[in-house]
């Protein structure tokens, strides 16, 4: 969504909330430190190292999402967020900085919306390449189930394509 605000994000999101703000404070870091405009394709991309909150303001801010391809999660439990914009080959990590103890929650969300995003994040070099633009691939019907899925996640047994929910690896450890 072009030029979205903070009521964009909650909209989309549900509620208000820190975990949210987060996510909003990060994509506004992002758009000053890159340049960034919204995303209509996989211009802009986000690896998130959580799934929290905060990735919904991270979809509706830069145009980021799981179905375009240009959101992808590498999941250690850090709010942090790579951010890349592929035509300049310009990118950073943010991460963002322990708040002060003690907050209750509320207190946790007044302080979020209150500083400004170089307050709350440190700014790293991204250590994640820059995965490849997402690829459409053919889809093959399972042998066993019946259904389709993409060819690049189907496996052979006996000469026929097995969906990974029919196809069991093989193993001589397994009793």
Not at 114 to 129: G, N, W, Y
């Amino acid at each position: 969504m072009k030029n979205a605000t903070w009521s964009d994000c909650a909209a989309f999101h549900g509620h208000e909330c820190g975990g949210l703000t987060i996510g909003y404070k990060a994509a506004l870091y992002a758009i000053e430190l890159l340049g960034l405009e919204f995303s209509g394709d996989e211009e802009v991309c986000c690896i998130s190292e959580n799934d929290a909150c905060g990735v919904d303001a991270i979809q509706v801010m830069l145009g980021c999402s799981a179905g375009k391809g240009n959101l992808m999660f590498h999941l250690t439990g850090k709010q942090a967020f790579n951010i890349y914009e592929r035509r300049s080959g310009k990118s950073v990590r943010l991460v963002l900085r322990d708040r002060p103890a003690g907050m209750t929650r509320e207190e946790s969300f007044r302080y979020l919306q209150s500083r400004e995003p170089a307050e709350l994040f440190d700014v790293k070099p991204v250590s994640i390449p820059l995965p490849e633009p997402a690829r459409i691939f053919g889809s093959v019907k399972c042998a066993s189930c019946g259904e389709t899925c993409a060819e690049s996640f189907v496996h052979l047994a006996d000469g026929k394509p097995l969906c990974p929910d029919c196809y069991k690896p093989y193993s001589r450890f397994d009793v």
